[in-house]
């Protein structure tokens, strides 16, 4: 059974010269994970909108989208609020209470549901998502890797039959990234959630995926199994095989066999093929005398008096006329250590 079928669906923005949308046809089976790829501004996002119609944007609409065989336009306000779930790009977005526990009751209080219903699917979640261990913290506690996964968890408890993501983890640090699209995979698997997802963490994502759709300019280009599409993308010289996972863009210099999508995967293919990978010249660090644009040393920051150091000793050089990139798990003090050395907070020490 079709869990959504998108047929000849075109979509304009008012006042736009172009469409966003130009005749999308795609059809999503029950339980599938489907991830939707491409540039930044083709349409992905519309796409994804237009398959809740509450978020919906405004504008000029051609084509038909049916939900479970019967038309999403007659889909009532209760019905899609429980059986399309849709976790947006900026985390803070969705979050409307104070208390963890508060987030994830919200949305069934608002469809009504006994008090002893709420009670059970609450503790059900907690444990699914094993957030109990902040399950009575207050909301700004949270880092932006759990507000997120509390924003999907609180969507989850209404038991939704398809669950939409609009690129999820872009805000998110690799590691809670990482864990948040475990979790989804999760869902798919053992709840039999459909899926559709835009995300550009292809690596992590197009392994999870039963078929990949790639957009460009508005159009579907391409609708398939990700070890096909890298071959297809590759074939028609588009600029959207550079996003593709590296076992998939290594494969395409010598292709044999099946097409590798995951590391392990590619680890088989080389030794399979009996490729000669090469090694990647180590980076000694920066030559003795190195001029730096910036440096901190022995920096201690906190907010308040009374609360604990948010940097500790930091020791920071940037050199001059290259890029740094400063890595760290959400709450590590990535954005202080910045602020810091951009002068907008001065460390105490």
């Excluded at 966003?20 to 795609?26: H, Q, R, T």
């Excluded at 540039?39 to 994804?48: M, V």
């Excluded at 261990?133 to 209404?158: C, P, Y």
């Excluded at 159009?219 to 593709?244: D, N, V, W, Y």
Aim: charged letters at 20%.
């Amino acid at each position: 059974m079709e869990t959504f079928r998108v047929s000849h669906l075109s979509f304009t923005y008012p006042q736009a010269c172009q469409p966003a949308l130009d005749d999308v046809s795609l059809s999503i089976e029950q339980g599938e994970f489907i991830t939707i790829c491409g540039r930044s501004g083709c349409g992905k996002s519309t796409l994804l909108r237009q398959l809740k119609p509450s978020l919906a944007p405004h504008g000029a609409r051609g084509g038909e989208i049916a939900f479970c065989g019967a038309p999403l336009s007659k889909l009532s306000a209760r019905d899609e609020a429980a059986r399309i779930g849709f976790v947006q790009q900026n985390v803070d977005n969705q979050i409307v209470t104070d208390k963890v526990w508060h987030e994830l009751a919200f949305g069934l209080e608002s469809l009504g549901l006994p008090n002893g219903v709420i009670r059970r699917r609450v503790a059900e979640i907690a444990s699914f998502f094993g957030i109990q261990d902040w399950f009575h913290k207050s909301v700004t506690e949270l880092s932006g890797g759990q507000r997120q996964l509390l924003n999907l968890a609180s969507i989850v408890a209404m038991q939704p039959e398809a669950l939409i993501l609009d690129e999820p983890t872009s805000q998110l640090d690799p590691i809670a990234a990482g864990d948040f699209l475990d979790t989804v995979r999760k869902i798919n698997l053992e709840l039999g959630v459909t899926v559709v997802m835009t995300e550009h963490r292809l690596e992590e994502v197009l392994p999870m995926s039963d078929r990949a759709a790639v957009l460009d300019a508005g159009r579907l280009l391409l609708c398939a199994a990700p070890r096909e599409i890298g071959a297809q993308l590759h074939t028609l010289g588009h600029e959207m095989f550079r996003s593709m996972p590296t076992p998939m863009r290594v494969y395409t210099a010598a292709p044999q066999g099946e097409c590798p999508v995951t590391v392990r995967e590619g680890r088989r293919y080389l030794a399979s093929a009996a490729l000669d990978a090469g090694r990647v010249p180590h980076d000694a660090g920066d030559a003795p005398g190195t001029p730096y644009a910036a440096e901190l040393r022995g920096v201690w920051f906190r907010f308040e008096k009374n609360e604990p150091d948010v940097l500790r000793g930091l020791d920071l050089a940037v050199p001059a006329a290259r890029v740094t990139a400063l890595v760290g798990a959400n709450g590590a003090g990535k954005t202080t250590a910045l602020s810091v050395l951009a002068g907008l907070y001065r460390p105490y020490r």
